[in-house]
């Protein structure tokens, strides 16, 4: 489903085909989400930052679950990400323990102690082994974990296990989010029902390389290890690897799947009818998530699909599409409504892929502002057709059959605001 | 001077060794700007954007000098960037002439075919071969040169030099720069006394590889091509191509030096004193160029040195100094007063350099606050300390001897609404 040629529309309209059920919650509230059979969920207040809001949360398997989990490519790793690194290379996992408020990122030795020690805590209080304990954190950098204040919550966490949906995790891992971000996908493998459900958090500091800070994802699917690896990673390369708001890596970006099996199904194995099924569910749902992502970009106002095609290679379009995605050019004149194509075969040209651009078309939601590399009159027209809440732009390269989408959204003086202004 | 460790603090101290004089234009207006002799400069309205401002200029030296350029990396490189790359070969020329509003960029063949016939028409009117003019452009992409409206004055710009001061020229070729860019540096070469000036435009769309979008310096210099070639390369390694506004590397960047020979020397030729004495001029010269348009940035209201020390080595540290000054985050922090260096240390993470976290030192305005890649608790010190309007952070990696600066400017709200609103 997701081909090399990146994720298209019509991919997406192709998903009707799997009988996949779609519910956005924070977008529109249309009915309870759907969950996963043999998931337990907790949320407590820890006054990690500040006091005032949830900013602790538990997703609970009730059996030990198979786990496969994606992380930074940052040089600088959180606490956190470094013990979960270790963590998933056992394929399996029982919790995983959520903070927002401190990214226990830069904390050093006394970092992954605290991350150590909050598994064993909530281990010990789920009668689970210590290591089957996953933690990921998200929030400001280089602050010590205020332990003093987590310490005493974190039984009263995993008493509570069951209090809590899995909407009210979605919102407790928030940061400068707006909206929860969670989506269900239900679908029949093997003649049972499965369910998976995502959640994840955005909003600033997302670029390529898992561009997700936080990501959770569980499925009552009955799945093998390997399986449930590859089918992560293929969903992550198209979605999460390719959205952008700020061009800013984090060191906490994590993407979690646990799969627990109490669908019933007989275990999916790769290379199976279950297994296309099921990857391409993960891979839609991982897809709506990172377009949450992108919808919810600190201070934006618009969502941008960025499409190169007919690049030499797809690295290629991803490359250019990127420079695209990221150029503070492009992002302020698609908030002003400005059809100015300059800026974006400018930013092709200096993404460092081959171009030439006596070749180039560009569109604009639709309507062709560039052929051949030179103007085709219609800006004032494009002006309008910008005016509009999702803007596609279009770039054929003709030099070859690479093609790539990446999802941004545009830069305001929001943004300004917001980051200027996020510790205070 | 600009030794592989960069352009250090003591390196610009240094310079008073050399008997430097510079006149900074624009920022006090001390006196009239000392201009090499043999040079006579035009101005001129040709309403290329819109009516009323001079738009048009001409540099001509009174006879043959030697030249240099360096032109962009970007692969979609205007028309007029594309004749004289191909004029440069010669490593002569008698005149430039510039026009502000229109970039020439992304018009086909009719493009070219324009930059030609500017050249043509000054050439003629001048009686100068029509390869000795050089033609530059800056504005907006994509748009065709207004001919009609600009052929008429070129005579006239030809016809009237002398008739205005480097000054008008250096104002005639601004775009959203938001004062005129003028240095000078004079000093004895061979016991002859030479002049040399440069101005420059800046503002936007400002990056690695030729930040600059346009900058000619002028002397009186006698100087062989290689040496003088070799002295603009060195002196834009560590100006032009180390300052950031936004990260977008433009279509025309392009820096020409003309050397006419007036002052009288013994013509400098490579490895020799007197090259010694004028490189480390030019590379002044450049760096100080290079400072005003960083300090006149889109929105800009502070200065930003990104200086990365004890790299592996000095192309780690630029790229690690890049990633800083490019990081939207790192940049609206430094305009809210936010000694968040959680976010240089993450930018230092994902610039894709060899990162040891636990060795890592962050000050900021000299002040420490990560040490060993952990907080030092003084972020409230730091913060006031950020209220400054020059702001250097300093990044001590500990794992070589790699050192680079890179010059920028914070991000604002007034950037987005330059560049929302540009061409309207």
């Known amino acids: 489903m997701f081909s090399a040629a990146g994720c298209m529309e019509q991919d997406i309209a192709g998903c009707a085909d799997f009988d996949v059920e779609i519910i956005k919650k924070g977008i529109v509230m249309e009915k309870k989400t759907p969950i996963p059979k043999g998931f337990r969920f907790a949320t407590a207040e820890a006054a990690i930052k500040k006091p005032g809001r949830k900013d602790l949360a538990l997703i609970l398997s009730d059996t030990d679950a198979v786990m496969a989990g994606m992380f930074t490519k940052n040089a600088v790793k959180a606490a956190p990400v470094r013990l979960d690194m270790e963590r998933i290379m056992s394929g399996k996992g029982r919790a995983i323990v959520i903070n927002s408020g401190n990214a226990n990122a830069c904390t050093g030795v006394q970092g992954l102690k605290d991350a150590e020690e909050t598994a064993k805590i ?3 209080a789920l009668s689970v082994a210590e290591k089957a304990v996953y933690v990921c954190s998200t929030g400001v950098i280089g ?3 205020p332990m003093s204040r987590l310490r005493p919550k974190l039984p009263e966490l995993a008493a509570a296990a069951g209090n809590a949906l899995f909407d ?6 928030m940061t400068t989010d707006t909206f929860p971000k969670i989506l269900s996908i239900r679908k029949k493998i093997g003649g049972k029902p499965v369910t998976i459900t995502g959640i994840c958090k955005g909003a600033g500091m997302i670029a390529p390389n898992m561009a997700t800070m936080l990501g959770f994802i569980i499925t009552d699917a009955a799945i093998g290890t ?3 690896k590859k089918a992560l990673n293929a969903a992550v390369k198209t979605s999460f690897n390719r959205i952008t708001i700020d061009g800013d890596t984090s060191t906490n970006d994590t993407v979690l799947i646990m799969a627990n099996g109490f669908a019933g199904n007989a275990p999916i194995q790769a290379a199976t ?3 296309a099924v099921f990857a391409a569910a993960v891979a839609k749902l991982c897809y709506e998530l990172a377009m949450l992502i992108v919808q919810d970009g ?3 106002t618009k969502l941008v699909e960025v499409v190169v095609q007919n690049a030499r290679t797809e690295a290629d379009a991803e490359k250019a599409a990127f420079a695209i995605a990221n150029s503070m050019l492009v992002k302020t004149a698609i908030y002003g409504n400005d059809a100015n194509w300059g800026r974006l075969i400018c930013a092709t040209g200096y993404s460092g892929i081959a171009v030439d651009d ?5 569109s604009l939601n639709g309507l062709m502002v560039c052929k051949n590399g030179m103007a085709t009159g219609r800006d004032v027209e494009a002006n309008d057709r910008l005016k509009s809440k999702k803007v596609v732009i279009l770039i054929n390269l003709k030099l070859g059959k ?3 989408k990446v999802l941004t959204c545009d830069l305001t003086e929001d943004y300004i605001k917001i980051n200027a202004e996020y510790r205070s």
């Open 358 to 362: 006596s070749k180039v078309d560009i």
């Open 273 to 275: 009818a279950d297994y």
């Open 298 to 300: 600190e201070g934006a």
């Open 143 to 145: 602050m010590p974990m």
């Open 226 to 228: 390997a399986a449930l």
């Open 402 to 404: 690479g093609a790539a």
């Open 122 to 124: 909530v281990g010990a």
């Open 168 to 173: 009210d995790v979605a919102a407790a891992i």
